[in-house]
């Protein structure tokens, strides 16, 4: 959760990529109420859809087992461990002297000799890679049909049977299948489950009782759309807060159960017992999402989605999605600013975490116990920062640019943090006392980007194809966060094994990224946006897939 940036956007994560479909103004909401596909009550509402309290929980409770500690933080700790158990120190004859804390640490991987931290990086960057390209082709099938819920079960059994196959994984001669399975586990979380999943968010939403009871007067005309879609965006709110307390609730509760298997391990009496602690860790997290996703798999209705545009197909419409609305995006000035520096600063901050996160597995010594109470520390920190963020923009009406921007300086500072520890040892993330200082800098400081940049995603976007414009930016987040791994390791590589080197490069990046968000001018994409949509209304530019009126014909 707290070691892997792209897993701990848990406030908001659920409007990336699906909130989108519920983002369009509230006459889609209308329209789909006399969609001919949805089964009407007397009243006119889609009673056999409406959100039970039964299937919300069940919601809730899938996102608490899936909340990343296999794919994202034990699974990469462990691999990480078996790297630096296989490997030799870099200054003696291959392989005749083991790596230890005050010593490089290197092993041959893809035809070269390399640092295991930039065998980290590596595999992190081939694995997003590998994300980019599945978004590419399926992303937007959680958007179409009703079989979406399928693809959700498939991916969440074949994430939970990796984190079952990592008990085979136990010592340093398996290191090449930590490999695979740190690959596989981390698109079948984030790019499979976590998607499929988080993609049944706005339907839960405009399905709640409260929500179709509006649609039903603003229909009637008995209160204005705007009104309705008010009321709509504080349930989506009110549901993605709840789903994110409850998942750091049941988090914090799993660790601790998790402190008492490593004390019945006795993990840190031996390094073997340690890596096995590992390996058991990461199939516990397994068993516990299986346990709280089955709820989800039979109580979720299986809702429709929207039909496939004329001339596309499920190979072809993600890339169709993907070319329109970078077509549109270059006219709008404002909206394409912000989405290069939404590529730039969500490279340097996934790419940060990361290089952060090998350090942070060095420093303690891939302790499990260390890591598990870090861990704890990070979530609780996660949770007050997020609250305190929202509760000063609240009292004093920030701007969500200005809170994105505050926001942003953290996380630069986070980079010259790190860059420091290129030409010393006294800081840099090379002592205990400043990994514990960094997991709560990053939950009560760095976290927030996670909600505000996805929010800032809307006020630069047109609100009637604003699903368009998230698909957008979705791409381009899987597309940045490969590109600063490979860099790194190169850095890494270039600099002697100096892995605190690559911080030169994402702080460089870091400050023009927070230069261009300064140049967006929100009030200025505002009229831009409503000049776009005028235009594109009178020309029907979306006739073939409707975007803008949330049904495709």
């Not at 090449?176 to 499929?196: D, N, P, Q, R, S």
């Not at 914090?252 to 004390?263: A, C, H, S, W």
């Not at 100096?498 to 994409?525: I, Q, R, W």
Request: glycine fraction near 8%; proline fraction near 3%; charged fraction near 15%.
């Amino acid at each position: 959760m707290a070691t892997n940036s792209e897993e701990i956007g848990k406030v908001d994560k659920h409007v990336s990529r699906s909130d989108t479909g519920s983002l369009v103004d509230a006459k889609s909401v209308v329209s789909r109420e006399r969609d001919a596909d949805y089964e009407l009550d007397e009243s006119g509402n889609r009673a056999k859809w409406t959100t039970t309290r039964w299937e919300l929980w069940a919601f809730y409770l899938y996102y608490v087992g899936n909340n990343g500690l296999s794919g994202f933080n034990f699974g990469p700790s462990q691999f990480q461990n078996l790297l630096f158990l296989a490997g030799y120190d870099p200054e003696q004859p291959p392989f005749t002297a083991p790596c230890s804390s005050d010593t490089g640490c290197v092993l041959p991987f893809i035809g070269k000799i390399r640092d295991i931290n930039s065998i980290v990086l590596i595999t992190n960057g081939i694995s997003f890679a590998i994300q980019a390209s599945l978004f590419l082709i399926i992303g937007a099938w959680a958007d179409y049909g009703r079989w979406r819920p399928n693809i959700t079960i498939a991916f969440t059994a074949v994430a939970v049977a990796v984190s079952f196959a990592w008990l085979g994984v136990e010592d340093a001669s398996k290191w090449k299948a930590g490999v695979a399975l740190y690959v596989i586990g981390c698109t079948t979380h984030l790019e499979g489950a976590l998607t499929f999943w988080t993609a049944a968010f706005p339907g839960l939403a405009r399905d709640l009782p409260e929500v179709k009871a509006s649609a039903k007067e603003a229909q009637s005309g008995d209160k204005s759309l705007d009104d309705h879609a008010e009321l709509e965006s504080l349930q989506r709110n009110r549901v993605s807060n709840i789903s994110f307390t409850v998942c750091s609730a049941g988090e914090i509760i799993i660790l601790v159960v998790m402190v008492g298997i490593l004390k019945g391990l006795k993990s840190d009496e031996s390094t073997e017992n340690n890596t096995k602690a590992f390996s058991v860790l990461i199939a516990f997290s397994g068993g516990v999402w299986l346990l709280c996703a089955l709820p989800w798999f039979f109580l979720e209705k299986r809702r429709q989605g929207l039909a496939l545009p004329m001339g596309t197909s499920l190979l072809t419409v993600g890339f169709r999605q993907t070319y329109v609305a970078l077509r549109e995006c270059m006219r709008l000035k404002q909206t394409f600013l912000y989405l290069i520096f939404y590529f730039i600063m969500g490279d340097v901050l996934n790419t940060t975490v990361t290089v952060i996160g090998t350090l942070q597995n060095s420093v303690v010594s891939y302790s499990t116990l260390q890591l598990t109470l870090l861990l704890i520390v990070g979530i609780v920190a996660q949770g007050l920062g997020i609250y305190l963020f929202w509760f000063v923009q609240k009292k004093y009406k920030i701007s969500t640019k200005a809170m994105l921007s505050f926001n942003c300086i953290w996380i630069v500072i986070l980079t010259i943090w790190g860059l420091a520890g290129a030409h010393t040892d006294k800081f840099g993330f090379k002592h205990v006392w400043e990994i514990w200082l960094y997991q709560a800098y990053y939950g009560l400081m760095v976290c927030p980007w996670y909600a505000y940049s996805q929010t800032m995603i809307s006020e630069v976007s047109p609100l009637s194809q604003m699903f368009l414009f998230f698909a957008l930016f979705s791409i381009v987040g899987k597309t940045s966060a490969f590109i600063g791994p490979f860099v790194s390791s190169a850095i890494i590589d270039d600099a002697g094994g100096n892995n605190n080197m690559p911080f030169a490069f994402l702080f460089t990046l870091g400050v023009l990224s927070t230069a261009l968000l300064y140049k967006v001018d929100v009030a200025k994409s505002r009229k831009e946006c409503e000049a776009f949509v005028a235009a594109e209304a009178s020309r029907e530019a979306f006739a073939e897939s409707r975007f803008d009126t949330g049904v495709v014909q």
